[in-house]
């Protein structure tokens, strides 16, 4: 099994702030999904990323990819309100199984 | 979530009885995966099915969990005699290359 960490576990900042959250791991990837869950829900797919170094834009989020392919992060400028979810890392090698990362939770408070 | 169906949403069951989650695919999509997915815990995979097959199923507890996949008709999580471990997330997912499109989930309360 290739186990993703992710940190931090739990985040609350201000509408407004930036935050940052990590997914690591000692395994290679050859790709890397972000996906964020709200409560009731079902993981929503954020991003894919599939090159060493690669970097991702989706409006104010931006993903990366490290260039070992082991490790992301997921930077979030200006955060607000509806950005309050379960940020969730998936790394996949070109089979049908992804590994999950536990998450990290986001609470943006207004 | 589009396209993916789990029914039910909620499901509550007494120790000992038994559960039954269904999961119609994305339209076209011949192949499900199914995951657990615990409280501050991660997805953990639990099988893979095609239609008439069981490709993957090593997330799968030994006891009391099958999965099917019929020709005609959704996938069916079945968990016989429930115990109060079993209660959980369950999300059923399509797989497009290596993106997963998940199911909304059915959140199974064992009482």
Request: proline share 5%.
């Amino acid at each position: 099994t290739q186990l993703l960490e992710q940190s931090p576990q739990f985040l609350s900042i201000q509408e407004g702030e930036n935050l940052t959250v990590y997914c690591n791991s000692s395994s290679v990837f050859s790709s890397l999904q972000w996906y964020r869950q709200e409560p009731g829900e079902g993981p929503v797919l954020l991003v894919t990323v599939v090159t060493g170094g690669e970097v991702k834009k989706l409006k104010r989020l931006t993903f990366q990819f490290g260039d070992a392919r082991k490790d992301s992060s997921l930077h979030i400028t200006a955060a607000q309100p509806g950005d309050t979810g379960l940020y969730l890392c998936a790394g996949s090698n070109n089979d049908y199984k992804l590994s999950f990362g536990a998450g990290t939770t986001v609470t943006v408070r207004a | 979530n589009a396209g993916v169906m789990q029914n039910p949403r909620h499901l509550v069951r007494r120790r000992g009885q038994e559960a039954r989650l269904r999961c119609s695919p994305m339209k076209g999509h011949s192949h499900v995966y199914w995951y657990r997915q615990l409280p501050e815990e991660g997805l953990k995979f639990m099988v893979y099915l095609q239609k008439e097959n069981i490709i993957d199923e090593s997330g799968m507890p030994k006891e009391r969990f099958s999965a099917e996949f019929p020709k005609e008709g959704p996938s069916i999580l079945r968990i016989q005699q429930v115990v109060r471990g079993d209660s959980a997330a369950y999300f059923c997912a399509s797989l497009l290359n290596t993106e997963a499109f998940f199911g909304q989930g059915t959140r199974l309360t064992v009482v």
